[in-house]
C-alpha cells in the first residue's frame, strides 16, 4: 500500500530557529515528490522533486530529495512567524494510476 | 485564467441530510481528486477519477458518492451515512503525465 509519512507531525518553535521537516515515502512507480504548505484555505505549491541529491531553494525554504533512502527534507532557516502553517508532503503516483497519496502534514506554529 | 472552482465555499446542512459539493476545472485536466481535511490535519483521499464515466475509492470513501460525466466535473455528494461530515473539502486537479496538483480553494462543510 502507498504511504507517505510525515515527521514531525506538530512542531512550535521561535522566530529565528530553524527547522527540518521529515517525509519518507512508498510510493508505487514514484515519478516525483511534491512539498506545499497550507495556511487557511488551499495548500500552495513549494517544491517539486524528481531527482536524488539536488536541492531545491526559495529563499529561507529548501529541500531535497534521497530516492536510494526514499526521504525527502524540508528545511526553513530564520523562521518568522508567517513561516507558521500545516506542511504536507505528496507523492504522485505513476504507470497509469493517478493516486496521489498525501502525508498527515507537519504543523508548524513559529513564535515571537 | 485557468483554474479549479469549488462551490459552495461555506455549507451549513442538518444532520440526515445529503449534500453536493461542485468542483469544475478549465485546465482539461484527466485526473480530478477530492479530498478530505479535519482541522490541524493532512489530506485524506476520499475518490478520485482519472477518466469520464470512471472513478475510484479513495481511503475514506464510505458515505461519500461521486459522479465524473464531464471531464470538467466532480461533484461529491455527501450522505447521511457519513458519520462525521463536517470538515473541510479540497478539490484537486493533475494533468496526465504531469507532477503538479492545482487545488481548488476548498469548502467548508458544517453539519448540525
Known amino acids: 500500500e502507498d504511504k507517505v509519512v510525515q515527521s514531525p507531525l506538530s512542531l512550535v518553535v521561535h522566530e529565528g530557529d530553524t527547522v527540518t521537516l521529515n517525509c519518507s515515502y512508498e510510493?508505487?512507480?514514484?515519478?516525483?515528490l511534491l512539498w506545499y504548505k497550507q495556511e487557511k484555505k488551499a495548500p500552495t505549491f513549494l517544491f517539486m522533486l524528481?531527482?536524488?541529491?539536488i536541492e531545491k531553494k526559495s529563499g529561507r525554504l529548501s529541500s531535497i530529495l534521497d530516492k536510494k533512502e526514499l526521504f525527502s527534507i524540508l528545511n526553513i532557516t530564520a523562521t518568522q512567524t508567517g513561516d507558521s502553517a500545516i506542511y504536507l508532503c505528496?507523492?504522485?503516483?505513476?504507470?497509469?494510476?493517478?493516486?496521489?497519496?498525501f502525508g498527515k502534514g507537519t504543523k508548524l506554529t513559529v513564535n515571537p | 485564467d485557468g483554474g479549479i472552482t469549488q462551490s459552495p465555499k461555506y455549507l451549513f446542512r442538518k444532520e440526515g441530510q445529503n449534500v453536493t459539493l461542485s468542483c469544475e476545472q478549465n485546465?482539461?485536466?484527466?485526473?480530478m481528486y477530492w479530498y478530505r481535511q479535519d482541522p490541524g490535519q493532512g489530506l485524506r483521499l476520499i475518490y478520485y477519477?482519472?477518466?469520464?464515466?470512471?472513478?475510484q475509492k479513495g481511503d475514506i470513501a464510505e458515505g461519500y458518492s461521486v459522479s465524473r460525466e464531464k471531464k470538467e466535473s466532480f461533484p461529491l455528494t455527501v450522505t447521511s451515512a457519513q458519520k462525521n461530515p463536517t470538515a473541510f473539502y479540497l478539490c484537486?486537479?493533475?494533468?496526465?503525465?504531469?507532477?503538479?496538483?492545482?487545488f481548488g480553494e476548498g469548502s467548508w462543510l458544517t453539519v448540525v
Open positions: 505528496a507523492g504522485p503516483q505513476g504507470g497509469g494510476s493517478e493516486k496521489l497519496v
Open positions: 510510493v508505487t512507480n514514484f515519478r516525483s
Open positions: 524528481t531527482s536524488s541529491g
Open positions: 485546465l482539461n485536466h484527466d485526473a
Open positions: 477519477s482519472q477518466i469520464v464515466n470512471d472513478f
Open positions: 484537486a486537479s493533475l494533468r496526465s503525465s504531469g507532477n503538479t496538483i492545482y
